[in-house]
């Protein structure tokens, strides 16, 4: 794995081009977590989905291994990049199993279904495969969502308010899943506004103010 490197990411937004991120660096290590930190509207969303390749952004490089991404190219990181949405955002006609190897599916990779499989086991959910995503609980959807991003076999994964969802019980567990992903090594950026979470895992803290990312302790917010 490699680390995901961020330099001088800037996004401006709207018909007076409004910054929204503005100059911003940061650095994930392989198997190291960033957490990121921040008031509402004060662009946490906006930079995950620059990070996912999902939005544009206006200046700075994004690099990933041999990977990197500049203004004009941030699709280049579609599906190296995974992302856990705050709102879930499962496919409602596709079963547990089949949302978990579409992307896959759709890149050629023959062993999708094995790698989707191994992470419905390890997240409980390996009885759930052949389910319909209406029939499942919050947490069980929530966890769904986590084992799609892994069954594409990320470079890097991204968090996006993951605990807004869930009862005491399952925020816990999401603490476990960060862990877990360490693990293999691949580097994590968390948006949270849970205190808890973000006290309870082993990172690199950080708040976003102004466009830019500070070093904060964890304790701090």
Known sequence: MSALVVEGLARR????????LEGLNLRVEPGAVAVVLGASGSGKSTLLRCLAGLESFDAGRVTLGTLAVGPGRHSGL???VGLVFQSVELFPHLRVLENCTLA???RGEPDGAREAHTWLERLGLADRADAWPQALS??????VAIARALSCRPAALLWDEPTSALDPE?????AA???AVRERGIPQVVVTHDGDLSAALE?????LDEGRLTPVNPGAH
């Open 78 to 80: 579609l599906g190296r």
């Open 203 to 207: 990172a690199t803290h950080y708040r």
């Open 170 to 174: 399952r925020k816990r567990e999401i």
């Open 104 to 106: 896959p599916r759709l």
């Open 177 to 179: 899943h960060v862990a």
């Open 138 to 143: 919050g947490g069980e959807r929530q966890r």
């Open 13 to 20: 937004v709207g018909v007076r081009r409004r910054p929204v």
